[in-house]
């Protein structure tokens, strides 16, 4: 598969996609959506990868979507285009490999919400952050009015989303939107260290993990404890299951082997 806005590369088992359309600050327009999504389905069926990193070429990790693909759609085309966005990004959060944003610049608008569609993120302390779209005449349209919300909770939410207002990773960090910051030269280091812990764990497990924290997020405990139990029990029919058990009863080390 060819790819013009996003370049792949792949070190073991860490897949690292970078956002490559520097000039307009790697914007997400139409073409690039579709690359996403074909790049989520490759890395979907790539045995070899167990973790991938996403991160932005220049000095943007997203700096949102593309405003002059936008600023021609009328009513219907801009609910199409928001409904594709959510629908890749909806496609990057179900990925069934964990995936981290290491956020190079600046995420914002759109690329904010695609770090928040990412299971974990990593900052360079130049990274900003915001949703700065009721400064164009829109609101968030890909699902950051729904995901900021339940990262950040309502009040600072709803304060970003009004004011459009632009903040530093410290700020991120002290609200929940990210978890650690890094120095710009150290961040794609300590996302690759982040992403090997979690290739040497049992993949099956881990993915079994993401499925119940997902599934189970929006429901009621009952529910939510039920979708675990499935996921809990599915993993007892892996050898990973009976080889990691073993190993830890005869003191020994195990080499997880499922994909
Ligand atoms: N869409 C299209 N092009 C963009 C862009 C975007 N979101 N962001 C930056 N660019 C382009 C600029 O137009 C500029 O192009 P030219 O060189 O052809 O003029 C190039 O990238 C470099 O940008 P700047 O010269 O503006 O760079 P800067 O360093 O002075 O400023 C910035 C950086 C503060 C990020 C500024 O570019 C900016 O404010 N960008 C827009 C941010 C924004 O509003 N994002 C939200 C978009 S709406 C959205 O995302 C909706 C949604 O939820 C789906």
């Known amino acids: 598969m060819n790819f013009k806005f996003l370049e792949l590369k792949k070190e073991e088992s860490i897949a690292i996609v970078s956002f490559n359309r520097e000039k307009a600050l790697n914007a997400l327009n139409s073409a690039m959506l579709d690359e996403i999504s074909d790049m989520t389905k490759l890395l979907k069926n790539d045995e070899e990868v167990n973790v991938v990193i996403f991160t932005g070429k220049g000095k943007a990790f997203i700096a949102g979507a593309d405003i002059s693909e936008m600023e021609k759609l009328n009513s219907f085309e801009g609910m199409a285009f928001g409904k594709k966005g959510s629908e890749v990004f909806t496609m990057i959060e179900n990925l069934e490999k964990p995936t981290i944003a290491a956020i190079n610049g600046y995420a914002l608008g759109g690329g904010c919400e695609f770090a928040m569609a990412c299971d974990i993120r990593l900052a360079s302390s130049k990274a900003k952050f915001g949703q700065p779209e009721v400064g164009l005449g829109i609101i968030p349209g890909f699902s950051g009015t729904q995901r900021l919300p ?27 939107l990210i978890t650690y910051i890094y120095e710009a030269d150290e961040l794609m280091e300590n996302a690759k260290t982040l992403a090997k812990k979690i290739s040497k764990n049992a993949q099956l497990a881990v993915r079994n993990a993401k499925r119940s924290i997902n599934e189970g997020f929006n429901k009621d405990m009952v529910s939510a404890s039920s979708i675990e139990a ?24 195990v080499k997880f082997i499922t994909k």
């Open 230 to 253: 499935t996921y809990f029990g599915m993993c007892f029919s892996s050898e990973d299951q009976k080889n990691g058990m073993k190993a830890f009863l005869n003191k020994e080390k």
């Open 150 to 176: 339940k990262l950040v909770g309502l009040a600072k939410a709803k304060e970003l989303i009004f004011t459009g207002d632009i903040i530093s990773s410290e700020e991120a960090k002290s609200i929940g």
